[in-house]
């Protein structure tokens, strides 16, 4: 095909893709990315004969240092999601719009609801990040304005790229009833367990999901709208005795 037939097929392609209003999602495949997510098997020296899965079990797919993706910002980097009753109206600030979202029950604090959350999750996506290779913990910064006077309470739940869940330990806050957005912070360092439906370490670096939970089982269903101007992960602060 003569070079002039190709350009005007790329054109007609830009064009169509413009008109139509796709759009892509796209990934930073930057040096620092590129060279923190690949097979770490050493190549074979000369004159070895090492068995293959020998080799084999020596590989290690890694992930990115988390501060290194879109530089933590898990909001732009993210490829975002709703289920049912949830609805995310993307930009600067997502706008979250939820339909009553959990049980009837009265409120009984601020708890761990482990393997018992409701399955009306929003989140995201994402490559492969290293959420362990240093302390971390995830910034959001928000505000709420409830349909009543119920507050949001947003549990944080990881996935890796086996599928295993951080739910034996979800870090959770409760988002204020404001006008002013506020800083919340959600404790990532020893939450690498799943309890449900079956106790499994996760690997915590390989993470590519994060999923939120709002409101679940232990307290009464919410109905309002969250806004989020920023979710990225920080630097955790040392521990201290």
């Known amino acids: 095909m003569r ?6 097929l790329v054109a007609v392609f830009l064009i169509l893709m413009s008109s139509c209003g796709v759009q892509l999602q796209t990934y ?10 690949h097979n770490q ?41 709703a289920s049912k009753g949830i609805y995310i ?11 009553h979202v959990g049980a009837d029950s009265l409120p009984s604090g601020a708890t761990n609801p482990s393997n018992n959350l409701d399955t009306h999750p929003f989140g995201a996506t994402f490559p492969p990040i290293d959420m362990i290779k ?12 409830s349909k009543d006077t119920t507050p949001a309470v947003l549990y944080v739940q990881l996935v890796d790229a086996d599928g295993y869940k951080t739910n034996s330990k979800l870090p959770f806050n409760k988002i204020e009833n404001s006008t002013e957005f506020k800083e919340y912070f959600f404790d990532l360092r ?5 309890n449900d439906p079956e106790k499994h370490k996760v690997n915590g670096a390989l993470i590519n999901g994060v999923q939120f939970f709002i409101n679940p089982k232990e307290f009464p269903g919410y109905s309002g709208n969250i806004y989020i101007s920023e979710i990225r992960v ?4 040392p521990v201290t005795k």
């Open 89 to 99: 109206e993307r930009g600067d600030t997502f706008a979250i719009e939820v339909t």
């Open 3 to 8: 070079k002039g037939n190709i350009y005007s």
């Open 234 to 237: 920080v630097p955790a602060p």
């Open 41 to 81: 098997e050493e190549p074979a020296k000369k004159g070895t004969d090492k068995k293959e899965e020998d080799q084999s079990e020596k590989s290690a797919l890694i992930g990115v240092t988390a501060r290194s993706f879109y530089g933590g910002d898990l909001k732009r980097g993210g490829i975002w999601w």
């Open 134 to 145: 240093e302390p971390v913990m995830l910034k959001i910064i928000a505000r709420a304005e």
């Open 28 to 37: 930073d495949l930057s040096e620092d990315y590129a060279i923190g997510l």
């Open 190 to 194: 020893d939450v690498y367990m799943q």
